[in-house]
């Protein structure tokens, strides 16, 4: 179940979200397992009574997600590379999977225009707060889209030099060794089942390059060949050519 908490100082705006993304408001935690966004002094944080974890806060400003993006650079990161952000630095990408937003902002951070796609409102609603927060010098380079990628990706007219991927997948490592914000992910969404349309959808609009991350050992959307692979220790990147 998925619902609004009212906290002291915050009701107005807790209120005005519980309209907007038509769930309850509670004024206490229900008992039962129940996914609950809340208002505090540093902004929109999402909290499970059923997961023994902190809540989830995005912040591009400070803390783990800025210092991530502080330390990235084009030839360290592999993404940025399956991208081909090495050869041209301005490139416009769809990151059809926002999710938190750490890879989509990762790329804008290093000088390309993303849009982020994201289907889950709950998610919207973190990111959409997060970046309204962000005083990076990339924040307007970068701009978040509430939709089915499948339906965005079919028809839109925008153009797009890379289009990226990253599905859901069922975690295979333990627990522990996941973190936080995947936890929530893998229990607000779980492992999807429609990444093989989307990889359709992609290729289908004709970018430069659509690229996948998948793990180490699953097998390619579609089944579909790419055009190459970077590997990594945990997971890999598959990339399709125009
Ligand atoms: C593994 S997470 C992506 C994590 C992301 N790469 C990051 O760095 O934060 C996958 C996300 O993609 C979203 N998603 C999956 N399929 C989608 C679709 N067809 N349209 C829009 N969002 C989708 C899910 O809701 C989920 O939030």
Redesign the pocket.
Known sequence: MYAILSTPNFHNQAQQLAQQLNLPLHSEKSKDPTFYLYYNTHGLNLMATHLNLGPLYLDFNHGALYQRLQRASISKEPLARAVGLHKKPELTIC??????????CLLTSLGARVTL????PI?VALLKDALTRCNAPWRDHVTLIA????DFLATTEETFDAIYL???FEAHSHKAQVKK?MQY?QAL?GP?E??DA?LTVAINLKPGRVVV?RPLKARSLLDKKPNFVLSLAAYRFDVYLS
């Open positions: 990151d059809a999977t926002a999710g938190i937003g750490r890879e989509g796609i994201e289907r889950s998610m939709a089915d990628s499948r990253d599905p859901m914000e992910l969404i999807e429609d990444a989307l991350k």
